[in-house]
């Protein structure tokens, strides 16, 4: 049946709750059990999480949400974390701790660690409360889990990887490859890498053990090699993401 002459079509409303507000009960709960050096760390994860959805959020959304979100956005000057409520945040964990953290933020290895513990603990209370299933509860807390221990090796692996380059930068080179690099396989003395996007499939790159020790098979590695006489090279060297995403 078509729309009748005088009926009124109601504004679009936010989730109720919404991220928001989640975040700001689960901040309030938490500030009460931490220590408060500890809390700091708890609210600045949280507003990481916040600031990367409002930022990105919208790659999750169906295309009735889009619109949803395009009206409040224009209308109400609402940001994402004030429309959607909790399931976004868990389909959202995967960006936030494998590239947002990584990426934007470039985080320290404490932080890092912090942003697998508060998000598994953040989980684990919407779970509890009824806010997501029990099921979706647990295996987002066993992801921020592996995310919390994953996530500081990668970044201690790229500072390595980062000081070795500037500290053995070869002299001249013939030919670069600036890319994505996958860890294929890690043997006595260097490592086989796949590239990304570059005509050459497959790089041998020489290493100390040192580095290597701390490197793992599907790991991804940003980096600028150069073809020296001598075999391939680091000329710079970015961020490392773990494969566990």
Request: glycine share 6%.
């Amino acid at each position: 049946m078509g729309k009748q002459r005088g009926q009124v079509i109601p504004f679009p409303s936010p989730e109720k709750p919404s991220i928001k507000e989640l975040f700001e009960r689960f901040l309030a709960g938490e500030e009460k059990r931490l220590r408060p050096a500890t809390f700091r760390n708890y609210h600045i994860i949280v507003q990481l999480l916040e600031h990367c959805l409002d930022s990105y959020g919208y790659g999750f959304l169906s295309e009735a949400e889009s619109q949803l979100y395009d009206r409040l956005y224009e209308y109400k000057k609402l940001d994402f974390c004030s429309i959607f409520g909790p399931e976004k945040i868990v389909m959202a964990l995967p960006t936030f701790l494998g590239d947002f953290m990584i990426r934007k933020v470039a985080a320290s290895e404490s932080l890092l660690r912090y942003s697998g513990t508060v998000t598994k603990r953040l989980m684990k209370w919407l779970g509890d409360n009824g806010f997501i299933s029990k099921a979706k509860a647990k295996k987002a807390m066993s992801y921020a889990s592996e995310a919390s221990k994953a996530l500081p090796a990668a970044e201690r692996l790229a500072r390595m990887l980062y000081e070795y380059a500037h500290t053995h930068p070869p002299r001249s080179w013939n030919m670069e490859i600036d890319d994505y690099f996958t860890i294929e396989e890690i043997m006595p003395g260097k490592l086989i890498l796949s590239t990304l996007s570059s005509e050459i499939e497959m790089v041998e790159l020489r290493l100390p053990e040192e580095i290597l020790s701390h490197c793992r098979v599907g790991w991804q590695i940003n980096l600028l090699l150069g073809k020296t006489p001598r075999g391939w090279q680091i000329v710079e060297s970015g961020n490392v993401y773990p494969d566990i995403f």
